[in-house]
């Protein structure tokens, strides 16, 4: 029994952990666009994807994966921000499927033009230190309590951002009624574009702080954007804590249950619970009830 506890359940609730804080970063800047917006984008895990990409070459021609780090987040900020102004703008005042065909599509081009100019080799971006923590008995990878620790400081200050500064609250203003924040003043256009940019940053961020663990390769948002999905219906759209908690229960799931069972079938039990949970709480763990 102690075996199996610090050599195999131990280890996988450390990875589900790790994992799990690693797609709230991914799933709140999905639901943060949603929110506001009320756009699907469909392109969210296409982003995260240009993002490790820019990351690896930033890595390859610098040597340090901090300066990858920033490359990939800006890189995603500055892609979210365009496709917002200039794809997504002119469809708004249209039949809401346009969005979704129109981000679905761009998934499909940003998948083609990274095969362009990557190739569809997966490349591997290596972590910053290969050092080991000694945990209960366990040696653990030192990266991975890292990427712990530092996803939980971005999604703290995400937090503080959204509650505690002006923009931040200009942004949950929209988000309540844009019409009202309009008649006060406020450019919602430009809330637009910069909510955009903000979970696009997000997701470009996270493409290269998940890289280390699973390479780069052109199809890796697909892989991660559908347990993102799971995760913000789970939690409830547009609900930061529900995203959150969210996270932690999907990556635990996913991780735990593969002692048992294969990955694709650990995978399945994400939207089991999903159907589940829209069953009986059709808007999510804490979502608000809407007409």
């Known amino acids: 029994m102690t075996t199996f506890l610090a050599g195999t359940l131990l280890p996988q609730l450390l990875h589900g952990l790790v994992y799990g804080m690693t797609l709230a970063l991914v799933a709140i800047g999905l639901s943060l666009v949603f929110g506001v917006m009320h756009v699907i984008n469909f392109a969210h895990g ?8 820019v990351g690896f070459t930033a890595h390859a021609l610098t040597g340090s ?31 809401p499927m346009y969005l979704l065909l129109g981000t679905y ?55 503080l951002f959204l509650t505690r500064t002006q923009a931040g609250t200009i942004i949950r203003g929209v988000a309540q009624d844009r019409m009202i924040m309009e008649a006060l003043g406020v450019n919602v256009s430009r809330v637009f ?16 702080l998940l890289a280390p663990l699973v390479a780069v390769y052109t199809t890796m948002g697909l ?26 229960i999907v990556g635990m799931v996913e991780s735990v249950s593969t002692i048992w069972i294969p990955p694709t079938s650990a995978k399945t039990l ?15 763990l804490l979502g608000e009830e809407t007409r």
């Not at 296409?46 to 990409?53: S, Y």
């Not at 990266?143 to 995400?158: N, V």
């Not at 089991?272 to 829209?278: E, F, G, K, N, S």
């Open 223 to 248: 892989d991660v954007i559908l347990s993102a999905f799971a995760v913000i219906i789970i939690g409830g759209l547009g609900s930061f804590p529900g995203t959150l908690l969210a996270s932690i």
């Open 105 to 159: 599509g761009l998934s499909l081009v940003l998948v083609e033009v990274a095969r362009i100019v990557w190739g569809a080799v997966p490349q591997k971006l290596p972590p910053p230190f290969e050092l080991s923590v000694h945990i209960l008995g366990l040696d653990y990878p030192a990266y991975r309590l890292a990427l712990l620790a530092f996803t939980s400081a971005i999604l703290a200050a995400l937090w």
């Open 46 to 53: 296409e982003l995260l994807m240009v993002g490790a990409f």
């Open 65 to 95: 994966f901090w300066l990858a780090l920033l490359a990939g987040g800006a890189a995603g900020a500055a892609l979210g921000g365009i496709i917002e102004r200039f794809t997504l703008r002119p469809l708004y005042a249209r039949n």
């Open 193 to 208: 574009t910069g909510t955009f940019a903000l979970g696009a940053g997000l997701a470009g961020a996270s493409g290269v």
């Open 270 to 284: 994400t939207f089991i619970a999903m159907v589940v949970i829209l069953l009986v709480r059709p808007a999510g």
